[in-house]
């Protein structure tokens, strides 16, 4: 009897519908759960068939289940759907075992249901979110592709495998090596082994090989993806076609190089013809202002005219006193800020005026005269500023000159109009000094 009350304990308080039936499917006990699952009370169900609950297109399902029961055997765990009173389908899990009489005899079935609406939901979003990734990653430009966080790859979309003619088990782990260049392989694997190694992410430039069994070049980029706790969870990776890109920048830097040919051999003929025609002081200074336009040049065109670090710039320019860089001539600062073209022309031509007057009467005419350049961003009222000084010491004497002539508006008068600077000269006793302080706005290369 206690067994009795603690069996129907059970039954009472299950989450899932318990139900039985005789052999013809006629519901013989139904409980709680039940009635919350399918919306049909005791009284509605006991003594009616089964088949009220199971739509008309799967009534096949309860002769089957009834033949499998008639002969004793279990029903194992089977998902299908039954409808609930309102006329909904529920999704549910079901397992049938028979019921025997105390003779041993099959006298019905025990059903126990689960409802899997919440499993086939998320089910089912999980499904949708896979294929929204596949249709996703199958139809971007890129190649793409999945790491483990090793650096195991185990998965490429369809256009790695269009463009290589791949498989998977060749690419699968470290097979991506197959289809790249022999002469790039060793540098890309030492560089992306380092990311698996710290996290880090990942681009390189190299060419792959397709199916036709030419190379294109890709720029590749890898991300990690981390976890709750922070630990790599796996790295996307993406590698963009760049081929139509390099050999339009190579055209473009082919192009570049014969300008700039073409306008150093019309510099070199000016000078010639200046040479020819003037006097010699005047031919020097201007062939050297030539040169000097030459020198910008040559940096801004191997940079394809997107600007020019000042530090770079400055040696250039101080090519007469090239062997003096490091020993009595001293850059600091932040070397590496970025001119624009305009203004690496204007403070190269004036920096080269400097340098010319260094070496004729200044500082660099003496074995003992020292200059310093700083190059500077600072905050003036609010407004990023870069500032250049040269200071010349231990030279000569020095006074101002008693006229002003186109040195004076190289490294006057141009950078104020052209930069818009604030230009400061000065001859005190202890050496020669020129201060520039111009808007960053007007320095920096546009955006």
Same mark, same amino acid.
């Given at each position: 009897?206690?067994?009795?009350?603690?069996?129907?304990?059970?039954?009472?308080?299950?989450?899932?519908?318990?139900?039985?039936?005789?052999?013809?499917?006629?519901?013989?006990?139904?409980?709680?759960?039940?009635?919350?699952?399918?919306?049909?009370?005791?009284?509605?169900?006991?003594?009616?068939?089964?088949?009220?609950?199971?739509?008309?297109?799967?009534?096949?399902?309860?002769?089957?289940?009834?033949?499998?029961?008639?002969?004793?055997?279990?029903? *194992?765990?089977?998902?299908?759907?039954?409808?609930?009173?309102?006329?909904?389908?529920?999704?549910?899990?079901?397992?049938?075992?028979?019921?025997?009489?105390?003779?041993?005899?099959?006298?019905?079935?025990?059903?126990?249901?689960?409802?899997? *609406?919440?499993?086939? $939901?998320?089910?089912?979003?999980?499904?949708?979110?896979?294929?929204?990734?596949?249709?996703?990653?199958?139809?971007?430009?890129?190649?793409?592709?999945?790491?483990?966080?090793?650096?195991?790859?185990?998965?490429?979309?369809?256009?790695?495998?269009?463009?290589?003619?791949?498989?998977?088990?060749?690419?699968?782990?470290?097979?991506?090596?197959?289809?790249?260049?022999?002469?790039?392989?060793?540098?890309?694997?030492?560089?992306?082994?380092?990311?698996?190694?710290?996290?880090?992410?990942?681009?390189?430039?190299?060419?792959?090989?397709?199916?036709?069994?030419?190379?294109?070049?890709?720029?590749?980029?890898?991300?990690?993806?981390?976890?709750?706790?922070?630990?790599?969870?796996?790295?996307?990776?993406?590698?963009?076609?760049?081929?139509?890109?390099?050999?339009? $920048?190579?055209?473009?830097?082919?192009?570049?190089?014969?300008?700039?040919?073409?306008?150093?051999?019309?510099?070199?003929?000016?000078?010639?013809?200046?040479?020819?025609?003037?006097?010699?002081?005047?031919?020097?200074?201007?062939?050297?202002?030539?040169?000097?336009?030459?020198?910008?040049?040559?940096?801004?065109?191997?940079?394809?005219?997107?600007?020019?670090?000042?530090?770079?710039?400055?040696?250039?320019?101080?090519?007469?006193?090239?062997?003096?860089?490091?020993?009595?001539?001293?850059?600091?600062?932040?070397?590496?800020?970025?001119?624009?073209?305009?203004?690496?022309?204007?403070?190269?031509?004036?920096?080269?005026?400097?340098?010319?007057?260094?070496?004729?009467?200044?500082?660099?005419?003496?074995?003992?005269?020292?200059?310093?350049?700083?190059?500077?961003?600072?905050?003036?009222?609010?407004?990023?500023?870069?500032?250049?000084?040269?200071?010349?010491?231990?030279?000569?004497?020095?006074?101002?000159?008693?006229?002003?002539?186109?040195?004076?508006?190289?490294?006057?008068?141009?950078?104020?109009?052209?930069?818009?600077?604030?230009?400061?000269?000065?001859?005190?006793?202890?050496?020669?000094?020129?201060?520039?302080?111009?808007?960053?706005?007007?320095?920096?290369?546009?955006?």
């Amino acid at each position: 009897m206690q067994l009795e009350t603690h069996f129907a304990a059970i039954v009472q308080n299950s989450f899932d519908a318990i139900v039985s039936k005789d052999l013809h499917g006629t519901v013989t006990s139904w409980n709680p759960a039940a009635e919350r699952i399918f919306g049909w009370s005791a009284e509605e169900m006991i003594g009616s068939p089964i088949r009220r609950i199971i739509p008309a297109e799967l009534h096949h399902e309860e002769d089957q289940i009834l033949e499998r029961i008639k002969s004793g055997a279990i029903v *194992s765990r089977f998902e299908t759907k039954r409808l609930h009173k309102d006329g909904r389908l529920v999704p549910i899990e079901i397992t049938l075992s028979p019921i025997r009489d105390s003779l041993g005899n099959v006298v019905g079935a025990s059903k126990i249901a689960g409802d899997i *609406s919440e499993t086939v $939901e998320l089910r089912t979003r999980i499904a949708d979110s896979e294929l929204q990734f596949r249709m996703l990653a199958n139809n971007i430009a890129q190649l793409a592709w999945i790491a483990q966080p090793d650096g195991t790859i185990f998965w490429y979309n369809d256009r790695w495998y269009e463009y290589t003619g791949t498989t998977l088990d060749q690419m699968f782990g470290w097979g991506w090596t197959k289809v790249h260049h022999p002469d790039h392989v060793e540098r890309v694997k030492n560089r992306i082994q380092q990311s698996w190694d710290t996290g880090i992410e990942w681009e390189d430039t190299f060419p792959l090989r397709g199916r036709d069994g030419s190379y294109r070049w890709f720029l590749s980029r890898a991300k990690p993806f981390l976890d709750d706790n922070g630990k790599i969870w796996r790295w996307f990776g993406t590698n963009t076609d760049i081929t139509e890109q390099r050999q339009n $920048e190579e055209t473009i830097r082919l192009l570049m190089d014969e300008v700039n040919h073409r306008a150093k051999n019309m510099v070199t003929v000016v000078q010639a013809m200046v040479a020819r025609t003037a006097d010699r002081p005047f031919s020097t200074a201007l062939t050297g202002r030539l040169l000097a336009l030459s020198r910008n040049q040559d940096i801004l065109t191997k940079r394809e005219w997107r600007g020019a670090p000042i530090g770079e710039l400055i040696r250039s320019q101080l090519a007469v006193a090239a062997d003096l860089i490091g020993d009595r001539i001293v850059l600091k600062g932040e070397l590496e800020f970025t001119l624009s073209p305009s203004a690496s022309e204007a403070i190269g031509l004036a920096i080269h005026e400097l340098a010319t007057n260094a070496t004729k009467y200044g500082a660099l005419s003496q074995p003992t005269g020292r200059i310093s350049i700083s190059c500077s961003v600072v905050d003036e009222a609010g407004r990023k500023m870069l500032r250049i000084d040269w200071d010349e010491l231990d030279g000569p004497a020095v006074s101002p000159p008693a006229r002003t002539g186109f040195g004076t508006v190289m490294i006057d008068r141009n950078p104020r109009a052209a930069l818009g600077a604030d230009v400061q000269i000065g001859f005190p006793q202890s050496g020669f000094f020129w201060k520039l302080v111009a808007p960053v706005e007007t320095v920096r290369p546009a955006q």
